[in-house]
């Protein structure tokens, strides 16, 4: 069974930065697509970013520029780097993996798993 635990939340003004770490346990690194979705209140959940097992990178166009993703496989840990923060960023973010292709273009019911999310805030 694949588990997923964020941390890393918090409150920031704008501007700032803060770094979401995901530990991942349960499963082979290399076999998943991970990402990183988040959800406002009153919003859908959206896709923000996605690695692949080689390393590359898409991101939602509003985070492009700001926020970076990235993974240590011999960790089993992801992470979003988000620099200039802006209070439109204000959500709960989730870490997620799947296996299918369609990870690849941000699709919440793509996720097969997801963690348990962690709150991000940013005050204007």
Do not use: H
Request: glycine share 10%.
């Amino acid at each position: 069974q694949v588990q997923l635990v964020e941390s890393g939340g918090g409150s920031v003004q704008a501007g700032g930065s803060l770094r979401l770490s995901c530990a991942a346990s349960g499963y082979t690194a290399g076999n998943y697509y991970m990402a990183w979705f988040r959800q406002a209140p009153g919003k859908e959940r959206e896709g923000v970013a996605v690695i692949d097992k080689d390393g590359r990178t898409r991101y939602a166009d509003s985070v492009k520029g700001r926020f970076t993703i990235s993974q240590d496989n011999a960790k089993n840990t992801l992470y979003l780097q988000m620099n200039s923060l802006k209070p439109e960023d204000t959500a709960m973010y989730y870490c997620a993996a799947a296996e299918t292709l369609r990870m690849w273009f941000l699709l919440a019911d793509a996720v097969k798993y997801w963690g348990q999310g962690t709150q991000v805030t940013v005050s204007s």
